[in-house]
């Protein structure tokens, strides 16, 4: 099994508010990911890391910002929550060979 | 044409057939391959990685073929319990590159 958590596992919020989605890993992975996923649909990336301090965005375009001040450690923050941010945010790590990447359970967002 | 593709299915398998999923990638994720499973709602998690002399790990068989570039999973005895979403997945050079996954459904 992977070490790796994310915080809220469910979470419903209004629209315009801020929220961090956490997200930690206990394997010491230097590479860390964020992927959205709707119910029955594709994986698509939306943010990456290759190690402290190292932010990039993925392919799908979000309104979503991270930060990586801690190896372990990958929040994900949307500064003002809309309807359209409904879905479900996957975390994951790999190591630095980055050959095999493990998910976190997932939060699944709703704005209400 | 997309990076990996994979049909989408539904495959409706009884119990105790052999399945095979195929799936094909473009160069861009061509370094390592992946299965992973995915339930319902829940997060994928990994199956196995797929080694160009191929692998096996129980009644699951994963295979590589470079040169018409794509890989493929197949598995012996279905259960009930191996309905669920198949992915495969590419590692280009610094992402992983998903399928839109294979959905398996097994039948009593």
Redesign the interface.
Known sequence: EADIYQTPRYLVIGTGKKITLECSQTMGHDKMYWYQQDPGMELHLIHYSYGVNSTEKGDLSSESTVSRIRTEHFPLTLESARPSHTSQYLCASSDATGFEQYFGPGTRLTVT | RKEVEQDPGPFNVPEGATVAFNCTYSNSASQ?F?WYRQDC??????LM?VYSSGNEDGRFTAQLNRASQYISLLIRDSKLSDSATY?C?G?GT???I????TRLKVLA
């Open positions: 390592s992946f709602r829940k997060e994928p998690k990994l990685s992915l997945a590692l610094y992402k992983y998903f399928g839109t996954g």
